[in-house]
């Protein structure tokens, strides 16, 4: 079964430039999330999709952060405009069927690590 | 609302000796607990979940983790560590926040070191 796929692995930006990552779950998999890494701390949920719908985004910087799983399978996060304080590993995970539940177990891709300049 | 504490930055251990790896958690209602691992340049991989039941579950690669609800702990522990162990070792738990959510919340991660 192949995992989470993420890309790209790596972007250097400059600030205020926009940038945008793409992620494929596990096939199947009705749910989604994206997460910022930032280094020495653990990882914060940006969002939460539920096939093609929002479950939560509550964490998500609105201002400048935006998500989209359009068809309910892959999904893009994009950041416009980058601040240097955005330089971080952005994972994405995803999972069977975890709402209402909660309890499933969360897959991880390899994640996109950012640095913005 | 939720949080979770792993109270040490690094634990260090020698190959063969048992390891523990503390959580500590606050929630508002009944919680779900994991314990997730990360190897360098690599995401995270689910090792065990207590949802209800028996306090001491039993996950991957030998790792067990002991519900405590009076002490609102989840510690990880493994009988005999392995130099392979070493990585770097989440908590993380789920409680429903206003709105109907439950949205995961992960500490901020114990590097665990086992020394030949």
């Known amino acids: 079964e192949a995992g989470v796929a993420q890309s790209p692995r790596y972007k250097i930006i400059e600030k205020r430039q926009s940038v945008a990552f793409w992620c494929n779950p596990i096939s199947g998999h009705a749910t989604l999330y994206w997460y910022q890494q930032i280094l020495g701390q653990g990882p914060k949920l940006l969002i939460q999709?539920?096939?093609?719908?929002?479950?939560?985004d509550s964490q998500l910087p609105k201002d400048r952060f935006s998500a989209e799983r359009l068809k309910g399978v892959d999904s893009t996060l994009k950041i416009q405009p980058a601040k240097l304080e955005d330089s971080a590993v952005y994972l994405c995970?995803?999972?069977?069927?975890?709402?209402?539940?909660?309890?499933?177990?969360?897959?991880f891709g390899p994640g996109t690590r950012l640095t913005v300049l | 609302a939720q949080s979770v504490a792993q109270p040490e930055d690094q634990v260090n251990v020698a190959e063969g000796n048992p390891l523990t790896v503390k959580c500590t958690y606050s929630?508002?209602?009944?919680?779900?607990l994991f314990w997730y691992v990360q190897y360098p340049n690599r995401g995270l991989q689910f090792l065990l979940k207590y949802i209800t039941g028996d306090n001491l579950v039993k996950g991957s690669y030998g790792f067990e983790a002991e519900f405590n609800k009076s002490q609102t702990s989840f510690h990880l522990k493994k009988p005999s560590a392995l130099v392979s162990d070493s990585a770097l070792y989440f908590c993380?738990?789920?409680?429903?926040?206003?709105?109907?959510?439950?949205?995961?919340?992960f500490g901020r991660g114990t590097s665990l070191i086992v020394h030949p």
């Open positions: 993380a738990v789920r409680d429903m926040i206003p709105g109907g959510s439950y949205i995961p919340t």
């Open positions: 995970a995803s999972s069977p069927r975890d709402f209402p539940r909660s309890t499933d177990t969360q897959y």
């Open positions: 999709f539920q096939n093609n719908g929002v479950v939560d």
């Open positions: 929630v508002s209602g009944n919680p779900y």
